[in-house]
């Protein structure tokens, strides 16, 4: 009924910066939130960022001052813009929308499938 769509992961060196997107489709009649988290091997799935319909934002302490988390309302789109990357953010990056279905107005978590970020030399 939901669909996030992640793009943008890929192999990037110590330093580098990657832009993920996440599109959302489907039943829909509002958004609380759109975010981005993410896993790594043997590891809890995390925050990294997440935003409001209004725009206010929060990020996990790790990322600060190097990740920036964006929406884009009229096409139902989130962005993680990645900068400084380091190997310790080498994850699966998954992105969350918490929003009010169209069909039975309840409130919803959906989850893109996630996109492979890796940092190394």
């Known amino acids: 009924q939901v669909h996030l769509v992640e793009s943008g992961g890929g192999l990037v060196q110590p330093g580098g910066s990657l832009r993920l997107s996440c599109a959302a489709s489907?039943?829909?009649?509002?958004?609380?939130?759109m975010g981005w988290y993410r896993q790594a091997p043997g590891k809890e799935r995390d925050l990294v960022a997440v935003?409001?319909?209004?725009?206010?934002?929060n990020y996990a302490d790790s990322v600060k001052g190097r990740f920036t988390i964006s929406g884009e309302n009229a096409k139902n789109t989130v962005y993680l813009q990645m900068n400084s990357l380091k190997p310790e953010d080498t994850a699966v990056y998954y992105c969350n929308a918490n929003l009010r279905s169209s069909k039975t107005y309840s409130l919803v978590n959906y989850w893109g499938q996630g996109t492979q970020v890796t940092v190394s030399s």
């Open positions: 935003i409001t319909v209004g725009g206010s934002t």
């Open positions: 489907g039943s829909i009649f509002s958004f609380n939130t």
